[in-house]
C-alpha cells in the first residue's frame, strides 16, 4: 500500500495491546514508511509488542505503559471495564510522558498511534488510527451512544487526524462504529481503506489445503484462554484436520510441514503460514475483532465458512458479527452455544 500522506523521515508508531489487532493491522503502515525510506521506532507493551519483534526483527520496540484491561465474563464485562478506567487513565497519562520524552530527544516527524490516546507530541504530527468512532452499547443502553461518539470525539482532540482503516463508500466492514452521526465533531477524518498484513503475502504451501476447521484465539486475558481452552476441547472431538493458532507470539512460532490428521495446535503462525491455512479451510473460527475481519476479507474468505463468536458480553464483536451475518458475509453464534 501507499502511505496515505508523504512519507516523514522518522516516525514513531504506537498501538494498543488489547488482542493482537493493533499491531497486525498498523503493519501495512509501517511497511509503507519503511518502503518510503522513514525510520522507524515501534512502541506497544505485552503480546504486541512481541508479535512486533517477530514481524520486524530489525526495528526498534519500545515499552508502553500497560493499560491492565482483564474482560471479566458474560454480564460482568462492563463493570470491570468501568473499574478498569483508573488504570487506563494512569496508562495514557504514562504514555503521554514517554512520548513527549521521546520526541524532545529525537524529534520524531510522526507519530501515528493506533487506539492509544496519550500517544501524541506537541510540535509533530500526531495521527490517530481507530475504526470505533461510535460506541456500541449494551442492550437497552442505546441512548448513550452519541454521548460515547462525543466522548471519543474530545479525546482525539489532539491529534491532528483520525485515519480509519474502512471505506467511506460502499461495503463498509466497521458498519455504524467507524462511521458517526456527527462527523463535524471530529478532527479531519482520513477513510485509509481496510489494512490488513495479508495484501501482498503468498500463501506457504506447507500449511495449504486438507483443513476441516482453522481456529484463531485472540483478546485479552482471562477470555483468551477460556475460548483457547474451549475450541481445543471441541476440536479434539470432531473428526477430521483442524488447526488450532492460540495467539501466543511470545512462544515459538511453529514451521515446517503440520501433520495429516487431527488436531495441529500452535502458539503462533507466520503471516505466509496462516494466510496458506486460512485460504485453505472449509470453516474459520475466530471472535470476529475488526482486524481479523479486514484479514479475512483481504485473502477472500470472508463469506459463509466464518464462524464468528464474540466474547460474551463485548458489545463491539457482537455488533460486527451481527452486521456481517445480516450481508451472508459470515455466522454468528454464542460462545455458549459453540459446539
Known sequence: MEFPIPVPRSALVCALDWGLGHVARTTPLVRALLAGGSKVTLASNGRSA???R??????????????GVR??????????????LPRIVRAIRGEAA?????????????????NRYGCHAPGTTSIFVTHQLRLSAPRGLGWSEPIGERLVARMTR???EIWVPDRQDGIRLSGKLGHPVRKDRFKPLRYIGPLSRFGEVLPDPAWSGGWDAVALVSGPEPSRTAFESKLRQILTQ????HLLVCGRPESSSTGGRPASQGLVEVPHLGTGALAGALTSSREIICRGGYSTLMDLEALGVLDGRCLFVPTPGQTEQEYLAKHLASQDLGRKVAESDLV
Do not use: N
Not at 71 to 84: N, T
Not at 238 to 241: E, L, P
Open 50 to 52: 512481541a508479535w512486533w
Open 54 to 67: 517477530v514481524e520486524f526483527p530489525d526495528l526498534e520496540v519500545r515499552e508502553l505503559p500497560d493499560y
Open 71 to 84: 474482560y471479566a465474563p458474560g454480564i460482568w464485562l462492563v463493570p470491570a471495564l468501568l473499574g478498569s
Open 98 to 114: 514517554l512520548v513527549a520524552a521521546w520526541q524532545r530527544q529525537e524529534g520524531f516527524d510522526l507519530v501515528l498511534s493506533d
Open 158 to 160: 489532539p491529534f491532528q
Open 238 to 241: 470432531r473428526s477430521g484436520r
